[in-house]
């Protein structure tokens, strides 16, 4: 049976203008990092995408070697969209990045202009897309000109290729070159990606100024450290947790310390006072204060987007809670 989107997918869901662009994106987007490769369930892939969509998330941010393999959670959204969501693409937000590590040989990673044309290339291709949304630099190259990775995400525009361009994983000075050469080229930079959580914030040591000073929103991924942040690790580590497998990249035994166990059982007391889960109050401390566009979630079954989604319901913080959190996550 065909697709049909829910006709209420716009009542709830809240939008924010994209630094001082035109673009609104929801203040919840859906990556694709984990969950939509090629060893997934393609059924429980599309029926989260989906679900996205119904409940007004209009973002599916994803990178070149997102699976795994790479490339295949490209592939996946691009099945999605011939299938289900072909008519709807221009309700959509589609956002690919490139700069780590997807092919071999000296062209296959970094910034190089090389590079970035060429992974743009088949990021469409596995999509089915003409253009995508944004397109990202994913991470700073020390190696090459910013002029040249800059001019590359600016020339992917003039071509047509995409709509917007971003970077992720920069730094403050780096940040602000980019910017500056960006705005020189006619491009203006719409959007950066961070890390940023309760219990990652370097964001907030001078790069949110740049973004402000310079117009430019963001978008943060791991606003829930990857799951400690939630009600997972409210006992200590579940045996079937990611911190428990010993090859975890994302999140290791090591990290998940009695100091912290306590902490995010003093902050889930706030949240429950708050009415909120554990999560929902991450997501909302996140995008605190307006000064991050839209939080990036992760997910593995549709129950968790639903519940991630119902943070909208309560994005304020009264100053004593704030000052509660704050306490907690100095002491």
Request: charged letters at 25%; a negative charge.
């Amino acid at each position: 049976m065909k697709y049909i989107a829910s006709n209420n997918r716009y009542t709830e869901m809240k939008y924010n203008y994209c630094g001082r662009s035109g673009l609104k994106l929801p203040v919840i987007s859906l990556g694709l990092w984990h969950n939509f490769g090629g060893v997934d369930t393609y059924e429980n892939a599309k029926s989260m995408l989906l679900s996205a969509f119904d409940l007004g998330i209009t973002h599916f941010d994803l990178a070149n070697n997102y699976g795994p393999p790479p490339g295949s959670a490209e592939e996946t959204l691009g099945q999605v969209l011939k299938a289900d969501l072909s008519n709807y693409r221009d309700e959509l937000i589609i956002s690919t990045k490139a700069g780590y590590g997807m092919w071999e040989g000296p062209y296959g990673e970094w910034g190089s202009k090389k590079y970035l044309i060429s992974s743009l290339d088949q990021s469409l291709k596995r999509l089915g897309l003409d253009y995508v949304d944004i397109y990202y630099s994913h991470r700073f190259d020390p190696d090459t000109p910013l002029e040249e990775t800059m001019g590359a995400l600016d020339q992917v525009v003039r071509q047509g290729k995409a709509l917007y361009v971003g970077i992720s994983n920069y730094g403050a000075e780096e940040t602000k070159e980019a910017i500056r050469i960006l705005n020189e080229l006619g491009t203006p930079l719409l959007i950066h990606q961070p890390n940023y959580s309760m219990f990652n914030r370097w964001i907030e040591d001078g790069l949110q100024d740049v973004l402000d000073e310079g117009g430019v929103g963001s978008i943060a991924f791991g606003p829930l450290a990857q799951g400690m942040l939630t009600n997972r690790y409210l006992g200590g580590i579940p045996s079937d947790s990611r911190a428990a497998k010993e090859e975890s990249i994302f999140l290791n035994k090591g990290d998940v310390t009695e100091e912290k166990i306590n902490k995010v059982q003093q902050l889930n007391e706030i949240a429950s006072n708050r009415g909120q889960s554990l999560a929902q109050m991450s997501l909302a401390w996140v995008l605190r204060g307006g000064r991050v566009t839209t939080a990036l979630i992760g997910a593995s079954k549709v129950s968790q987007i639903e519940e991630n989604v119902k943070t909208i319901n309560n994005l304020e913080f009264s100053h004593e809670e704030l000052e509660k959190i704050e306490n907690i996550l100095k002491g």
